[in-house]
């Protein structure tokens, strides 16, 4: 995947409209992961970019796009998906058990989160992800 600092994707006014991504967010256009931040990524992250970016390859980015920002529970299938990558890739790191007591933490908390619909509860999301 091409990482992309200091820019954002081509239909981010349509994101940031219907969304409100924060400061930090980070954005898979195709086979581009664009970091409006311009900070990098660890491995993990580079995966769950990766697995959206398959995503939208099964579909088209537009349209892929398109129902991801109106359609919040498809939304969260999309990033159950891809938290579940980047967990994976995590784990296959060999983390200590308080880091990934911290990870799973992160990663419930953001998946359990109002950007993703805030359709599950944390522990709902932590069992999801971890399947």
């Not at 697995?51 to 939304?75: K, L, M, T």
Request: proline fraction near 9%; glycine fraction near 8%.
């Amino acid at each position: 995947m091409r990482i992309v600092h200091g820019h954002y994707p081509p239909n981010y006014k349509k994101i940031a409209d219907a969304l409100a991504p924060g400061p930090n967010a980070i954005f898979c256009y195709g086979e581009s992961i664009y970091i409006p931040g311009g900070f990098d990524i660890p491995p993990w992250l580079e995966a769950h970019e990766a697995g959206h970016s398959r995503q939208q390859r099964a579909v088209g980015i537009e349209p892929w796009w398109d129902r991801y920002i109106v359609d919040p529970e498809w939304r969260f299938a999309q990033e159950l998906e891809a938290h579940r990558m980047e967990w994976r890739v995590f784990i296959d790191g060999k983390p200590t058990r308080p880091q990934r007591r911290h990870m799973i933490k992160i990663l419930s908390r953001r998946l359990s989160g109002p950007l993703y619909g805030n359709i599950v509860t944390r522990a709902a999301a932590r069992r999801a992800i971890e399947k």
